[in-house]
């Protein structure tokens, strides 16, 4: 029989795990923060390629994105020096994860649903 100790100590575990999901669904909701790291793991590495990834993004909110991106630590920027100086940016091994880590989702979204296959058989009458 489980203590009240091992379940308090579960309780809190499961709650932690849930206030984590939490901030790494919040963060990769986002408007355009998927697209910007897919764009990084495809291959972007300046901003105007990034910008070719999230075709509609304004210049100001891909700033924005690569900024909190890179203090999260899953996007690294390096400057290069040259007349003009050229900014890279590319995912970093957690940037990495985290898209590998969508992939499933992104899969199962794909995925045809028998309730949708028989919602469309459906007859109104």
Same mark, same amino acid.
């Given at each position: 029989m489980a203590t009240v100790r091992t379940i308090v100590a579960a309780h809190d575990d499961d709650a932690?795990?849930?206030?984590?999901?939490?901030?790494?669904?919040?963060?990769?909701?986002?408007?355009w923060v998927a697209v910007v790291l897919i764009g990084g793991y495809l291959g972007a590495r300046r901003f105007t390629e990034y910008r070719r990834f999230a075709a509609g993004i304004s210049d100001r909110v891909l700033s924005q994105r690569l900024r909190e991106l890179e203090q999260r630590g899953?996007?690294?920027?390096?400057?290069? +020096?040259?007349? +003009?100086?050229?900014?890279?940016?590319?995912?970093?091994?957690?940037?990495?994860?985290?898209?590998?880590?969508?992939?499933?989702?992104?899969?199962?979204?794909?995925?045809?649903?028998a309730d949708v296959a028989s919602a469309g058989s459906r007859t109104v009458g």
């Open positions: 932690e795990i849930c206030r984590t999901a939490q901030e790494a669904i919040e963060l990769v909701g986002r408007r899953l996007i690294e920027r390096t400057g290069i +020096p040259s007349t +003009p100086v050229q900014v890279t940016y590319a995912p970093t091994a957690r940037g990495a994860g985290l898209v590998v880590a969508l992939k499933p989702l992104a899969d199962w979204w794909l995925e045809p649903s």
